[in-house]
């Protein structure tokens, strides 16, 4: 090995290699190379995973090449006893939709909370979805019901109410928005005024 890069790559492939055996060790089969996924306007996607470790040294250069300062620092860490912990064990989940695939990581924790192994499940889900959206909609349009303008929740004319928002967004009226609705067991118009003030 004779350039920085050779030595980066080498010490590189022996971290992965501890990485991979960690993994294998911890996780076995897990997670399901594919699993599903419900937007919140109840569409379904599909997401195909792999795994990853979010290491405590930088396992990664910025500049064209690594430096001698680079090389170093993975060879210490390569040559290490490498303390891994499951907290940070990542999922990396390549969501699949119709219009548009993103990919990031999740913890094995937000894994489970979001995405269904089982198609069949994430199609119930999708389907609750549609039909709370669709009744939802009805109850808003009969005018018996208002969405809040901070938490998105529908709710009884009852449990809303009006409240202005003073931002630089409503300019054309005085920097003050229309009477917008607002939970009124909850401080959502107050949270909606600070998000607006940054």
């Known amino acids: 090995m004779k350039t920085n890069l050779e030595k980066w790559n080498h010490y ?8 991979q055996a960690y993994l294998e060790k911890e996780l076995g089969d897990y ?11 109840g569409s379904m996607f599909q997401v195909t995973t792999g795994t990853c470790y979010r290491h405590d040294v930088k396992v990664y250069f910025f500049t064209k090449k690594p430096t001698r300062k680079d090389v170093e620092r993975i060879e210490n860490y390569a040559l290490s006893d490498i303390q891994f912990s499951k907290d940070k064990i990542r999922i990396v989940c390549k969501e699949i939709s ?4 993103t990919e990031g990581q999740r913890t094995v924790e937000e894994f489970e909370l979001i995405y269904y ?3 069949i499940e994430a199609e119930k889900t999708a389907l609750k979805t549609t039909e709370r959206i669709r009744t939802e909609k009805e109850l808003i349009e009969s005018g018996s019901h208002h969405r809040c303008c901070y938490c998105r929740s529908v709710k009884t004319k009852e449990n809303i109410r009006f ?3 003073f931002s ?3 300019a054309s009226s005085g920097g003050q928005s229309p009477p917008r609705p607002y939970c009124r067991d909850k ?11 940054g």
């Open 12 to 19: 590189k492939a022996i971290v992965k290699q501890k990485e």
């Open 187 to 197: 401080n959502c118009a107050g949270n909606d005024q600070m998000a607006h003030e």
């Open 117 to 119: 192994k089982d198609k």
């Open 98 to 101: 119709e219009k548009y695939t």
């Open 31 to 41: 997670p399901e190379k594919i699993v599903w996924g419900v937007h919140p306007n």
């Open 168 to 170: 630089p967004n409503w």
């Open 163 to 165: 409240d202005t928002i």
